[in-house]
């Protein structure tokens, strides 16, 4: 068994950033624990900035106008008191991001530059080139090698120990031995990311398995808002690997097979540059109308009128990114792109102290925190505006560090459960003896698929009722698995098989989700309820694990300064 | 073109091997399709044994680096297609100067034990802190923008030929880091940084081969820091060590006459009052001498008096 | 063919071989040299180290002695190949070249300035590119038929591929091609595209010697009877250094190292006087007799 004051589980920025607030003064034993090395996390893919109104290129923009720029964006699902706390904080955290070192791009007088992003109605998207995510990580990681945090890298957490609503420390494999272990701990602090894997076309790395997620899922914990996941619109055609929205930011045209900017037909005054979801769904709507280019589904992007030289100055990995997985010349060509699973705005419910609260009397686990994306505090609301996810995590990833070292100081010793570690210790056991003739890859691969087409950027009700039924048959079929590594050293066949079991658990709560809110909202879009329903549906889904599925509750929606409105760009 | 591509692959399990050995797989040939997807397709389909790490699969998590027909690669932004142009097969190994775990797995301890040994974060003014950012020009920006994109994969490390005969050498990873907080206008402990840097292990036993920089995925040339760095030290004029007098006498030679002179630049290098270092080299000298290698009289060219005309110009513009 | 040739400082003092046997090898294949007499060292390198401006001004220079006869430069060094390259490279670019052309400026004698236009040829690459293998299969008098020859490139006419862009860096083929139109035998090893290690000879001699003995004895291991190379700073350290080599790995070595144009001389006809070999540390002779002999 190790024993820690603050485990902290995942080392992108929110887990980072929870570790360095947590072991500020001193005083307490911070470990993180995360299944990849810290620099590998998905934090580093992010390319395009990170939001805050400094004001640096337009000294009209403060909090506020990126509050509503938020809120709007979110449409109006968002919790407006997070909202507020993370835009006044933004400031804060990249001022001290920028003494730790940060390298940034900057103005003529030396002041942080800043860039237009969509849905935001003020340039204040701080950035590096663009690989803005990678800067920050690594600058982040420096300081935590500074610090000497604990590291335990290529550790897998499998469960949570929650006993009646405490929480009690977290169960590791450590994937190299091939060792499974306690972890004690007055607090824990989520921050394991996203789930874009459940997707087939998607922006995510392959670790982005959401497995955070139904851990906590698991231990009793319900997920808020699973149904809204974000389509970025710039995936590449065919692997969905991400080209920045500072491509679209820096002045790109999204052309159809007609050569047509068809943007001007669902967002006439900000074109390009309004918020995902729309164009996402423009592009959808494009392709499922026979404008993809050359009937394919795909349409394209265009930068070549922005010149050989701004392109390798703002966007020089959109260069590589063409090269390197289409073979393509984007000075000279168009680049084809398609809608990509990039962003889940669900995960688990916190409140501004990011402490995990699970209904909607503000019931808590006492000593469970979660942060960043695989959290739900909700400062995205029904979607999230670009660069506002790196400020989350930043901001939210602070302020759990703080709030769990707070509590951590004044935690009560308690002893471990006897049982542990029981339930992780059988499932493993279980998967290296499974000796069925079902693929993992083909069970993954099917999953994928599926989801992307039936629950993907639009959605209906027989879409989702038959993908629920293929997700059940997948649950089913996941019990005749077999695998052919049993080894202990560095088993990823193991470790793949864990992650499927996840995704399959919680994609069953996307789908439902999705097909009992019968409205299209943000990232949620139902082709068959088109429009947003204020009256039934401004609020928060919640699914508990139960028996056999998911059981739905429903949470209101914080609201404080700006009342829902149509939203129009 | 094949309807297959082989991928030779080197297996390890220290569980049940005794020795490593290559396994060769057959991997459906589709167009467009990268090392990686390979990698993936045998895992799902072929052999759940096969191990290796990955995850973003768009070069930028530095999980991926492999040697791929001997030399070492992100096999994620590797397309097949790219490989066979130059080879029949897909050859994939573990990368080189690191421990093998198992299969095409590394133990990176080595590469994040150098990068702890350059103090691998930025140490500024900590007195004057200013309320929002420490301002920092455009320019300034750029000197370290490049070396700022590392995504420590350690393929340089892979195939550094310093580092290959000597494990004390700092390597290209974590001499960039180096020189991305020594050249930071923000640093107050350059010197003390490149003071250190010039100790033994350090900027002066890189063996300038270009590997790093040909191999590196990103835009950091790891190399072309490192000289970046002795240019630093030789500026600052810190240290005099046989790295600085080795450059400086070198400089000197040339202008000169216009040809370097090899029996005066060893001499002056080692340091001639360095007598050990001097007799260490007498042999070769000797063995030289007799087989009409040192000649009696250093040529020149013509016009040496336009060179040191040059390089007066090019001093006086600084 | 015809190229302004640029010899270096170690074919004109360590390696005299070297730039006897290519002024012999090329007027055997119709090579037209006219040696740049009044060029300065390429700077190896080094002298950009201290100020690559500097280093610069001064190739420019020499690229504009061959600009202005309309002639690429031709180098039988890798070394001097790659400094030259990397240095052409930066002064493509035009807000440089003309900063640079402002160094050369002042007394008439560099008027004009480099144009940059100036192409820049090691002796393997008009070899293949120029002269054409198959044409230098045909002046083979003398193929090397039993001769097992391990290539050794040296990393500057291989990298960084951006400056030099002829062979490819991870698998080059034109010492091979030669080899193979010599009629000898190529190795294949490992080694062939590594560090010789004169660059750190006298500040890591241990790391360096190290390099030695590994690429001799793995080329060794693979049956070679020899390494050619392109590089008289490679021949430096694997010939003339070998021998210490030897006391650093504790054991013999004794592996030949030919300079490119002596393996072509020898298929060309000509003897080991006159190539030279005779001028190297590790002894040349039962190459020799396995080349004639054969
Ligand atoms: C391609 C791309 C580009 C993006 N660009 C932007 C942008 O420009 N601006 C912006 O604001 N946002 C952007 N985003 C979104 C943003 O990057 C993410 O939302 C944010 O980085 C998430 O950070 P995180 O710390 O929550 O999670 P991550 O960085 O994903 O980290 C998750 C961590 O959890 C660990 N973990 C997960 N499961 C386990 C387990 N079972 N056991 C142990 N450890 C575990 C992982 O090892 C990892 O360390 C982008 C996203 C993508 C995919
Ligand atoms: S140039 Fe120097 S640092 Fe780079 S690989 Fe060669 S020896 Fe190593
Ligand atoms: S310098 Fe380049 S090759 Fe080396 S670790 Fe960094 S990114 Fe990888
Ligand atoms: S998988 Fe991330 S760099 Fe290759």
Same mark, same amino acid.
């Given at each position: 068994?190790?024993?820690?004051?603050?485990?902290?589980?995942?080392?992108?920025?929110?887990?980072?950033?929870?570790?360095?607030?947590?072991?500020?003064?001193?005083?307490?034993?911070?470990?993180?624990?995360?299944?990849?090395?810290?620099?590998?996390?998905?934090?580093?893919?992010?390319?395009?900035?990170?939001?805050?109104?400094?004001?640096?290129?337009?000294?009209?923009?403060?909090?506020?106008?990126?509050?509503?720029?938020?809120?709007?964006?979110?449409?109006?699902?968002?919790?407006?008191?997070?909202?507020?706390?993370?835009?006044?904080?933004?400031?804060?955290?990249?001022?001290?991001?920028?003494?730790?070192?940060?390298?940034?791009?900057?103005?003529?007088?030396?002041?942080?530059?800043?860039?237009?992003?969509?849905?935001?109605?003020?340039?204040?998207?701080?950035?590096?080139?663009?690989?803005?995510?990678?800067?920050?990580?690594?600058?982040?990681?420096?300081?935590?090698?500074?610090?000497?945090?604990?590291?335990?890298?290529?550790?897998?957490?499998?469960?949570?120990?929650?006993?009646?609503?405490?929480?009690? *420390?977290?169960?590791?494999?450590?994937?190299?031995?091939?060792?499974?272990?306690?972890?004690?701990?007055?607090? &824990?602090?989520?921050?394991?990311?996203?789930?874009?894997?459940?997707?087939?076309?998607?922006?995510?790395?392959?670790?982005?398995?959401?497995?955070?997620?139904?851990?906590?899922?698991?231990?009793?914990?319900?997920?808020?808002?699973?149904?809204?996941?974000?389509?970025?619109?710039?995936? +590449?055609?065919?692997?969905?690997?991400?080209?920045?929205?500072?491509?679209?930011?820096?002045?790109?045209?999204?052309?159809?097979?007609?050569?047509?900017?068809?943007?001007?037909?669902?967002?006439?005054?900000?074109?390009?540059?309004?918020?995902?979801?729309?164009?996402?769904?423009?592009?959808?709507?494009?392709?499922?109308?026979?404008?993809?280019?050359?009937?394919?589904?795909?349409?394209?992007?265009?930068?070549?009128?922005?010149?050989?030289?701004?392109?390798?100055?703002?966007?020089?990995?959109?260069?590589?990114?063409?090269?390197?997985? #289409?073979?393509?010349?984007?000075?000279?060509?168009?680049?084809?792109?398609?809608?990509?699973?990039?962003?889940?705005?669900?995960?688990?419910?916190?409140? %501004?102290?990011?402490?995990?609260?699970?209904?909607?009397?503000?019931?808590?686990?006492? *000593?469970?925190?979660?942060?960043?994306?695989?959290?739900?505090?909700?400062?995205? *609301?029904?979607?999230?505006?670009?660069?506002?996810?790196?400020?989350?995590?930043?901001?939210?990833?602070?302020?759990?560090?703080?709030?769990?070292? !707070?509590?951590?100081?004044?935690?009560?010793?308690?002893?471990?459960?006897?049982?542990?570690?029981?339930?992780?210790?059988?499932?493993?056991?279980?998967? +290296?003896?499974?000796?069925?003739?079902?693929?993992?890859?083909?069970?993954?691969?099917?999953?994928?698929?599926?989801?992307?087409?039936?629950?993907?950027?639009?959605?209906?009700?027989?879409?989702?009722?038959?993908? /629920?039924?293929?997700?059940?048959?997948?649950?089913?079929?996941?019990?005749?698995?077999?695998?052919?590594?049993?080894?202990?050293?560095?088993?990823?066949?193991?470790?793949?098989?864990?992650?499927?079991?996840?995704?399959?658990?919680?994609?069953?709560?996307?789908?439902?989700?999705?097909?009992?809110?019968?409205?299209?909202?943000?990232?949620?879009?139902?082709?068959?309820?088109?429009?947003?329903?204020?009256?039934?549906?401004?609020?928060?889904? $919640?699914? /508990?694990?139960?028996?056999?599925?998911?059981?739905?509750?429903?949470?209101?929606?914080?609201?404080?300064?700006?009342?829902?409105?149509?939203?129009?760009? | 073109?094949?309807?297959?591509?082989?991928?030779?692959?080197?297996?390890?399990?220290?569980?049940?091997?005794?020795?490593?050995?290559?396994?060769?797989?057959?991997?459906?040939?589709?167009?467009?399709?990268?090392?990686?997807?390979?990698?993936?397709?045998?895992?799902?389909?072929?052999?759940?044994?096969?191990?290796?790490?990955?995850?973003?699969?768009?070069?930028?998590?530095?999980?991926?680096?492999?040697?791929?027909?001997?030399?070492?690669?992100?096999?994620?932004?590797?397309?097949?297609?790219?490989?066979?142009?130059?080879?029949?097969?897909?050859?994939?190994?573990?990368?080189?100067?690191?421990?093998?775990?198992?299969?095409?797995? &590394?133990?990176?301890?080595?590469?994040?034990?150098?990068?702890?040994?350059?103090?691998?974060?930025?140490?500024?003014?900590?007195?004057?802190?200013?309320?929002?950012?420490?301002?920092?020009?455009?320019?300034?920006?750029?000197?370290?923008?490049?070396?700022?994109?590392?995504?420590?994969?350690? &393929?340089? %490390?892979?195939?550094?030929?310093? %580092?290959?005969?000597?494990?004390?050498?700092?390597?290209?990873?974590?001499?960039?880091?180096?020189?991305?907080?020594?050249?930071?206008?923000?640093?107050?402990?350059?010197?003390?940084?490149?003071?250190? $840097?010039? !100790?033994? *292990?350090?900027?002066?036993?890189?063996?300038?081969?270009?590997?790093?920089?040909?191999?590196?995925?990103?835009?950091?040339?790891?190399?072309?820091?490192?000289?970046?760095?002795?240019?630093?030290?030789?500026?600052?004029?810190?240290?005099?060590?046989?790295?600085?007098?080795?450059?400086?006498?070198?400089?000197?030679?040339?202008?000169?006459?216009?040809?370097?002179?090899?029996?005066?630049?060893?001499?002056?290098?080692?340091?001639?009052?360095?007598?050990?270092?001097?007799?260490?080299?007498?042999?070769?000298?000797?063995?030289?001498? %007799?087989?009409?290698?040192?000649?009696? @009289?250093?040529?020149?060219?013509?016009?040496?008096?336009?060179?040191?005309?040059?390089?007066?110009?090019?001093?006086?513009?600084? | 063919?015809?190229?302004?040739?640029?010899?270096?400082?170690?074919?004109?003092?360590?390696?005299?071989?070297? /730039?006897?046997?290519? !002024?012999?090898?090329?007027?055997?294949?119709?090579?037209?040299?006219?040696?740049?007499?009044?060029?300065?060292?390429?700077?190896?390198?080094?002298?950009?180290?201290?100020?690559?401006?500097?280093?610069?001004?001064?190739?420019?220079?020499?690229?504009?002695?061959?600009?202005?006869?309309?002639?690429?430069?031709?180098?039988?060094?890798?070394?001097?190949?790659?400094?030259?390259?990397?240095?052409?490279?930066?002064?493509?670019?035009?807000?440089?070249?003309?900063?640079?052309?402002?160094?050369?400026?002042?007394?008439?004698?560099?008027?004009?300035? /480099?144009?940059?236009?100036?192409?820049?040829?090691?002796? #393997?690459?008009?070899?293949?590119?120029?002269?054409?293998?198959?044409? $230098?299969?045909?002046?083979?008098?003398?193929?090397?038929?039993?001769?097992?020859?391990?290539?050794?490139?040296?990393?500057? $006419?291989?990298?960084?591929?951006?400056?030099?862009?002829?062979?490819?860096?991870?698998?080059?083929?034109?010492?091979?091609?030669?080899?193979?139109?010599?009629?000898?035998?190529?190795?294949?090893?490992?080694?062939?595209?590594?560090?010789?290690?004169?660059?750190?000879?006298?500040?890591?001699?241990?790391?360096?010697?190290?390099?030695?003995?590994?690429?001799?004895?793995?080329?060794?291991?693979?049956?070679?009877?020899?390494?050619?190379?392109?590089?008289?700073?490679?021949?430096?350290?694997?010939?003339?250094?070998?021998?210490?080599?030897?006391?650093?790995?504790?054991?013999?070595?004794?592996?030949?190292?030919?300079?490119?144009?002596?393996?072509?001389?020898?298929?060309?006809?000509?003897?080991?006087?006159?190539?030279?070999?005779?001028?190297? @540390?590790?002894?040349?002779?039962?190459?020799?007799?396995?080349? @004639?002999?054969?």
């Amino acid at each position: 068994m190790r024993v820690h004051d603050v485990v902290v589980v995942g080392s992108g920025l929110a887990g980072m950033e929870a570790a360095l607030r947590a072991s500020q003064d001193g005083e307490l034993d911070v470990a993180i624990v995360s299944k990849v090395f810290p620099t590998r996390s998905h934090s580093g893919a992010a390319q395009g900035g990170i939001a805050c109104a400094i004001g640096n290129q337009d000294p009209e923009d403060n909090w506020e106008v990126h509050m509503f720029d938020t809120v709007k964006g979110g449409d109006y699902l968002v919790d407006q008191d997070a909202a507020e706390l993370m835009c006044k904080k933004a400031p804060e955290i990249i001022y001290e991001l920028e003494h730790m070192g940060l390298v940034f791009n900057r103005l003529p007088d030396g002041r942080m530059a800043q860039r237009s992003f969509g849905g935001h109605s003020k340039p204040r998207a701080c950035f590096a080139a663009d690989w803005t995510g990678h800067a920050i990580l690594h600058t982040l990681f420096e300081i935590v090698l500074k610090r000497k945090v604990k590291v335990y890298s290529e550790w897998y957490v499998t469960s949570l120990i929650v006993r009646d609503h405490t929480c009690h *420390g977290v169960v590791a494999y450590d994937i190299m031995r091939g060792a499974l272990e306690v972890f004690k701990a007055r607090a &824990v602090i989520f921050c394991t990311g996203g789930y874009g894997r459940a997707y087939k076309i998607t922006s995510n790395a392959h670790a982005n398995t959401g497995d955070g997620l139904s851990i906590a899922y698991r231990a009793g914990i319900p997920l808020e808002d699973m149904e809204f996941v974000q389509f970025h619109p710039t995936g +590449l055609y065919g692997s969905g690997i991400l080209l920045t929205e500072g491509a679209r930011g820096e002045g790109a045209y999204l052309l159809n097979n007609d050569g047509e900017r068809f943007m001007k037909k669902y967002a006439p005054e900000r074109m390009e540059l309004g918020p995902r979801d729309i164009v996402a769904r423009a592009e959808q709507q494009e392709i499922d109308e026979g404008r993809g280019i050359n009937g394919k589904t795909c349409v394209n992007v265009d930068i070549r009128h922005l010149g050989k030289e701004r392109i390798m100055e703002r966007l020089p990995q959109v260069r590589d990114l063409a090269w390197d997985f #289409l073979g393509l010349d984007c000075f000279s060509e168009c680049i084809p792109i398609q809608p990509t699973a990039h962003y889940s705005m669900g995960g688990i419910p916190v409140n %501004l102290d990011c402490e995990c609260v699970i209904d909607d009397k503000g019931t808590k686990i006492d *000593g469970f925190y979660a942060a960043g994306e695989c959290s739900c505090v909700s400062v995205h *609301g029904a979607n999230r505006l670009g660069t506002n996810s790196l400020l989350e995590a930043c901001a939210m990833g602070a302020i759990a560090g703080t709030s769990a070292a !707070k509590y951590a100081k004044s935690a009560p010793d308690l002893s471990l459960p006897d049982d542990a570690d029981v339930e992780a210790k059988r499932e493993i056991d279980w998967l +290296l003896n499974a000796r069925g003739s079902v693929k993992i890859a083909d069970l993954g691969d099917e999953l994928q698929r599926t989801m992307m087409d039936d629950c993907g950027v639009f959605r209906t009700e027989a879409q989702l009722k038959r993908q /629920y039924d293929v997700v059940k048959n997948l649950q089913q079929r996941f019990q005749s698995i077999g695998l052919s590594d049993r080894s202990k050293t560095f088993n990823t066949e193991l470790l793949g098989a864990l992650e499927l079991s996840h995704l399959l658990d919680f994609a069953e709560v996307i789908v439902l989700g999705a097909l009992n809110r019968t409205e299209s909202r943000g990232g949620h879009s139902r082709k068959d309820h088109p429009k947003r329903d204020d009256a039934n549906w401004l609020k928060h889904t $919640l699914a /508990y694990k139960d028996v056999d599925g998911p059981r739905f509750a429903y949470k209101p929606v914080t609201i404080t300064r700006f009342q829902p409105q149509e939203r129009k760009y | 073109m094949a309807e297959h591509t082989t991928f030779k692959v080197f297996r390890y399990n220290p569980e049940t091997d005794s020795k490593p050995y290559f396994q060769s797989y057959q991997v459906p040939l589709q167009g467009g399709k990268t090392v990686l997807d390979g990698l993936n397709e045998i895992k799902g389909q072929q052999d759940g044994t096969l191990t290796y790490r990955m995850s973003c699969r768009s070069a930028i998590c530095g999980s991926c680096g492999m040697v791929v027909n001997g030399h070492s690669k992100l096999v994620c932004r590797l397309q097949i297609a790219e490989v066979l142009k130059n080879f029949d097969e897909v050859v994939i190994e573990p990368m080189r100067n690191f421990e093998v775990i198992r299969d095409l797995v &590394v133990n990176m301890d080595r590469f994040w034990d150098k990068m702890d040994k350059v103090t691998p974060w930025l140490v500024a003014d900590e007195e004057n802190v200013p309320a929002t950012e420490r301002l920092q020009s455009p320019a300034d920006f750029n000197v370290i923008r490049d070396a700022s994109s590392c995504i420590m994969c350690g &393929v340089c %490390l892979s195939d550094c030929t310093s %580092l290959e005969v000597d494990s004390n050498f700092l390597g290209p990873a974590a001499l960039a880091k180096a020189f991305r907080m020594a050249a930071d206008s923000r640093s107050v402990d350059r010197e003390e940084r490149l003071l250190e $840097l010039s !100790k033994e *292990g350090g900027v002066w036993d890189c063996a300038r081969c270009y590997e790093c920089v040909q191999v590196c995925p990103k835009y950091v040339a790891p190399m072309e820091t490192i000289m970046k760095l002795r240019e630093m030290t030789l500026k600052a004029d810190l240290v005099d060590n046989r790295g600085t007098r080795h450059v400086e006498h070198f400089t000197e030679l040339v202008l000169d006459s216009g040809i370097l002179d090899e029996r005066r630049l060893p001499m002056k290098t080692v340091g001639l009052t360095d007598l050990k270092g001097m007799l260490h080299m007498a042999p070769t000298g000797l063995r030289m001498m %007799l087989k009409g290698k040192m000649p009696l @009289i250093h040529p020149h060219i013509k016009d040496v008096d336009e060179l040191q005309r040059i390089a007066h110009k090019v001093e006086e513009s600084k | 063919m015809k190229y302004a040739f640029f010899p270096g400082c170690v074919a004109k003092q360590t390696c005299p071989e070297l /730039y006897h046997s290519t !002024k012999k090898v090329a007027q055997a294949l119709n090579i037209d040299l006219v040696e740049l007499e009044n060029a300065a060292c390429s700077g190896a390198g080094v002298v950009s180290q201290q100020n690559e401006a500097l280093s610069d001004a001064l190739n420019a220079r020499t690229f504009a002695m061959a600009e202005k006869q309309a002639l690429p430069i031709m180098t039988i060094c890798s070394t001097c190949q790659g400094a030259f390259c990397r240095a052409n490279k930066r002064l493509r670019q035009e807000p440089y070249r003309d900063k640079i052309n402002g160094y050369l400026s002042g007394n008439g004698k560099n008027e004009g300035g /480099y144009k940059g236009t100036t192409k820049i040829k090691h002796f #393997l690459w008009a070899l293949v590119e120029d002269l054409g293998i198959e044409e $230098l299969k045909k002046r083979v008098k003398r193929p090397l038929r039993n001769l097992k020859v391990a290539s050794f490139y040296g990393c500057h $006419l291989l990298r960084p591929s951006d400056a030099l862009g002829f062979d490819n860096p991870d698998n080059p083929t034109s010492l091979e091609k030669v080899i193979d139109a010599l009629g000898a035998e190529p190795v294949d090893y490992d080694g062939r595209t590594r560090c010789c290690g004169f660059p750190i000879l006298l500040e890591n001699e241990n790391a360096s010697m190290a390099m030695v003995s590994k690429h001799t004895l793995e080329a060794k291991e693979k049956g070679s009877d020899c390494m050619v190379t392109p590089c008289p700073l490679c021949h430096l350290n694997l010939d003339v250094q070998q021998p210490n080599a030897e006391k650093i790995a504790r054991q013999k070595i004794g592996l030949p190292v030919l300079h490119l144009p002596q393996l072509v001389g020898l298929a060309l006809g000509f003897s080991e006087h006159e190539m030279g070999l005779h001028k190297h @540390i590790v002894p040349t002779g039962r190459v020799v007799e396995k080349a @004639i002999g054969s």
